[in-house]
């Protein structure tokens, strides 16, 4: 088991710049890839970054990169997502999740989910 807890979110205006947080505890966290979701009102949850358990590699998903950077610190469990140049489009609730199945640069399958923080981007 892995239990999540994200922190960070908040308001900001176009162009500002969060940085959300999620503490892992459980299972050693040193040992799986970590992933960042978010969901848009009245759409579907989707992919936004991931991360290897060595942080050697990771992924984006189109619209982030080159504004947003995941990174992680195993000595403290915790996965960060560092966003710049924030967009109104950026506004969702974002999941921190954990023990994610990489295919083709997409997490397909993630086992365990923290309960979201909500990013407000205002224009």
């Known amino acids: 088991q892995v239990q999540l807890v994200e922190s960070g979110g908040g308001l900001v205006q176009a162009g500002g710049s969060l940085r959300l947080s999620c503490e892992a505890s459980?299972?050693?966290?040193?040992?799986?890839?970590m992933g960042w979701f978010r969901q848009a009102p009245g759409k579907e949850r989707e992919f936004a970054a991931a991360?290897?358990?060595?942080?050697?590699?990771?992924y984006y998903t189109d619209p982030v990169k080159g504004r947003f950077t995941i990174s992680r610190d195993n000595a403290k469990n915790t996965v960060y997502l560092q966003m710049n140049s924030l967009k109104p489009e950026d506004t969702a609730v974002y999941y921190c999740?954990?023990?994610?199945?990489?295919?083709?640069?997409?997490?397909?399958?993630?086992?365990?989910w923290g309960q979201g923080t909500q990013v407000t981007v205002s224009s």
């Open positions: 999740a954990a023990v994610c199945t990489v295919v083709g640069g997409t997490p397909v399958n993630c086992q365990f």
């Open positions: 459980g299972r050693t966290f040193s040992t799986y890839t």
């Open positions: 991360i290897s358990w060595s942080g050697i590699n990771t």
